[in-house]
């Protein structure tokens, strides 16, 4: 059992520092409850970079909401992004992924909440998932303005790591 007032990713406040990374929030995947832990800014940042380098359709990379499955998926189709993401081990996890469309949603609107050193940068970064349609495009969120859209596989944006724990 927790001692009281120990903070918990249940009862954290967004932008607290626990589970090896930054709370950028809570949802549900499916009917299990978690929450969203953004990788340290210094270890979990990486610099503009291609989604994938084949702009072929990468089967099981369609989740709005999985980011993990999708970057699993990813790694498969060889994207080098996702294999860095996948390999990271820090502060003892190494479970973090390429967010998807849905969690990069919760991280923008997490911003005000967060650090200032653990913000994300006024740029777009890569969600996890794909474009249905056409399949050489992946779902980008702006950090500037919050819009999502859809970019092709080969431009060049930002990534965070992030990792999910179950409450």
Do not use: C
């Not at 005000?112 to 474009?131: C, G, M, N, V």
């Amino acid at each position: 059992m927790n001692a009281p007032g120990q903070l918990t990713p249940a009862n954290a406040p967004i932008g607290a520092l626990l589970a090896g990374g930054i709370l950028l929030g809570r949802f549900f995947l499916e009917v299990q409850p978690y929450a969203l832990i953004g990788a340290p800014k210094a270890q979990g940042d990486f610099p503009r970079t291609v989604w994938n380098k084949g702009l072929e359709r990468v089967a099981d990379a369609l989740s709005d909401f999985d980011g993990l499955a999708n970057t699993r998926a990813m790694a498969e189709a060889s994207s080098a992004l996702a294999t860095k993401i996948l390999a990271l081990r820090l502060a003892d996890h190494d479970d973090w992924y390429l967010p998807s469309r849905g969690e990069l949603l919760l991280a923008w609107s997490a911003r005000a909440a967060l650090p200032e050193a653990e913000r994300f940068d006024k740029d777009w970064y890569w969600s996890s998932t794909q474009s249905a349609d056409p399949s050489d495009y992946a779902w980008g969120q702006g950090f500037t303005s919050g819009y999502q859209d859809t970019w092709r596989k080969a431009f060049k944006f930002m990534a965070r790591a992030v990792r999910r724990v179950s409450i």
